[in-house]
């Protein structure tokens, strides 16, 4: 593997219930240090509930699919919105949200946590499980 130029079947998924996580950019991948990103499958129907990453700041950017974002505001207060190809979205550090696949295909997310680190604690989902890249490989 090349660690400059990084496919998410390249990588060890993180697995989940609800979809997976390749993270193509981390400090175990390519040493990454300011920063960690990858990519995320969301089948339809399905979605990743109502969570934070304490201290950190995420962009998510939907690549394909259809689907709705939450997001809290300072008070709690959550706002929900369509999101589709091409949209960006900005979670504050430590802001709850949610994102849930409303359409008929997957969902593919590509997604930015700075500082690097709190993709690391959804290792202790009770849902987690780790796909090898070798499973990966063809799919």
Not at 5 to 22: E, S, T
Not at 95 to 118: D, L
Not at 129 to 136: E, F, N, V, W
């Amino acid at each position: 593997m090349d660690k400059y130029f990084v496919y998410p079947q390249d990588v060890d998924n993180f697995g989940f219930d609800w979809g997976r996580l390749a993270l193509t950019c981390a400090p175990e991948v390519n040493g990454a240090a300011k920063f960690s990103a990858g990519v995320v499958f969301v089948p339809p129907g399905q979605g990743h509930s109502r969570h934070n990453h304490p201290g950190a700041e995420e962009i998510i950017f939907i690549i394909k699919g259809t689907g709705e974002q939450m997001i809290e505001d300072e008070a709690g207060t959550p706002e929900t919105r369509e999101v589709g190809p091409g949209c960006t979205v900005f979670i504050p550090e430590s802001r709850y949200h949610a994102t849930q696949n409303t359409g008929s295909e997957p969902m593919e997310i590509f997604v930015v946590y700075s500082p690097v680190g709190p993709e690391e604690v959804l290792r202790d989902a009770p849902d987690f499980h780790l796909i090898p890249a070798s499973d990966l490989n063809g799919a």
